[in-house]
């Protein structure tokens, strides 16, 4: 039944762009360079349809604290965000998740895929107070 209401939503939002598309496709004309404007506008579209369609799919799998968890973790890396998202959607898709998952289940999950990918290495900073002294001397 939410799978029906989401293709209701989806149908209602796709209406609703392409009626906000016909209404400033008009303004072109028959310009040549007009046709790659437009076809742009169609790419730039379906982006957003796809992000909107990820948004609404991690939406249905994270509880809220997991789901902000995982907007702290873009912030810092982008990369291993993106990552988890596409594992996550990935895992409903093919019907792997049971229910929603929690903070701690996404902790349980970004360590497994940082060991499986290898991108648990921990940095280390190392200062050389020989060369940070010398400089505060010439002062």
Known sequence: MADSDLDAIRQARMAELQQQMGGGGGAPGGAPGGGMGQQQEQQQEQMKQQ?????????????????????T????????????????????RSGQLQGKIGEEQLKSLL??????????????????RRRAALDSDSD
């Open 73 to 92: 973790i873009a912030l810092a890396k982008p990369d291993k965000a993106k990552m988890m998202e596409n594992a996550l959607i990935q895992m409903a």
């Open 111 to 128: 360590e497994r895929m940082n060991t499986e990918t290898g991108m648990n290495k921990k940095t280390t900073v190392s200062f050389d």
């Open 51 to 71: 992000e909107e369609m990820r948004h609404s799919i991690l939406t249905q799998v994270l509880d809220q604290q997991a789901r902000a968890r995982l907007n």
